[in-house]
């Protein structure tokens, strides 16, 4: 037994990994690397071929280690998440791992400068360890997550991955050209409970557009909603604007605005309200007739600022 540890129950979800103090030798399956112009980079952006980088790897959860690493009285680290899901018992040795912290790893990795982990997807940036986290979280070479707001896909990649992936797997509807006539028409227009949705891409200017047009509770009200999301970052979208109209019988409705980066999830620019909305009292006169159907058409066009 290690001075000063004590034994502790086996934690069933978490087996005994390989003692990570002294190895070298990356497991199989985190083995894939991509050549740089520095050597061979791994999945996190370090270089592997020196095995002193795989300390910096919790054996849990496979992530980056960052202050506070702790330790067990055996050496074996891990990082925070990870000991308060092992209940504080080492998955190596399983021993109570207690409050150390391993601060030589901690200052070993303060002197590094690793490649961003999207290095293959073209991101040339060289970091500190320290900063490398942050930067990765904006960096703009990230992968997008799929736009579609029908269900919980998960599926991320570039923008020409996302649009073969939309009109294959989704079926949406693809179109060319800056100016749209969108037309709704739903037989029971009371129904909002479950959101009626639909979305179409435009492509002009060399971009691709996401036209989202839906029926949702806001609050206690039914409303109905159109916006344009952007599929780039937020940069490249401020370069554009929309603007939509609805309206008949002499009224009309209309929206001018910026399209919202798809890095902005559906839900948050829909619940922003960033978009056209239109209450169900007016979109059933707009529909005309007995107002016991819902018949919107929603123009509108897109341009380049200068």
Not at 44 to 55: A, D, F, P, W
Not at 139 to 158: E, K, L, M, V, W
Request: aromatic share 10%; glycine share 8%.
């Amino acid at each position: 037994m290690a001075p000063g540890g004590s034994a502790c129950k086996e934690v069933e979800s978490y087996p005994a990994v390989a003692d990570y103090a002294i190895a070298t030798t990356k497991p199989e399956s985190n083995s894939m690397t991509t050549k740089s112009s520095f050597g061979f980079v791994g999945k996190h952006g370090i270089q592997s071929n020196n095995g002193v980088y795989e300390l910096l790897e919790c054996p849990v959860c496979k992530n980056l280690m960052y202050p506070p690493i702790h330790q067990c009285p055996n050496g074996h680290t891990l990082c925070l998440n990870c000991k308060n899901r092992v209940h504080n018992c080492c998955p190596s040795c399983r021993y109570d791992l207690g409050n150390i912290r391993c601060l030589a790893l901690e200052r070993f990795a303060e002197s590094l400068e690793l490649p961003c982990k999207y290095h293959s997807l073209g991101c040339h940036e060289i970091l500190p360890y320290y900063s490398k986290l942050k930067h990765e979280q904006h960096c703009q070479f990230r992968p997008y997550n799929c736009p579609y707001a029908g269900s919980d896909c998960s599926i991320t990649g570039d923008i020409p991955t996302l649009i073969a992936h939309l009109k294959d797997d989704h079926k949406v509807d693809m179109h060319d050209g800056c100016t749209f006539n969108h037309r709704y028409v739903k037989l029971n227009p009371h129904e909002v409970e479950n959101a009626t949705w639909m979305l179409t891409v435009f492509k002009c200017f060399g971009k691709q557009f996401c036209l989202h047009f839906e029926a949702f509770q806001m609050g206690m009200a039914p409303v109905y909603m159109a916006f344009l999301r952007f599929m780039g970052d937020d940069s490249e979208a401020k370069k554009f604007s929309y603007c939509l109209e609805v309206g008949a019988n002499g009224r009309k409705l209309t929206w001018q605005g910026i399209p919202r980066s798809i890095r902005d999830s559906h839900r948050k620019v829909r619940d922003s309200q960033d978009g056209l909305v239109i209450q169900r009292n007016l979109a059933l006169y707009f529909s005309g007739g007995d107002r016991q159907e819902l018949k919107l058409r929603v123009t509108g066009r897109i341009w380049k600022e200068a």
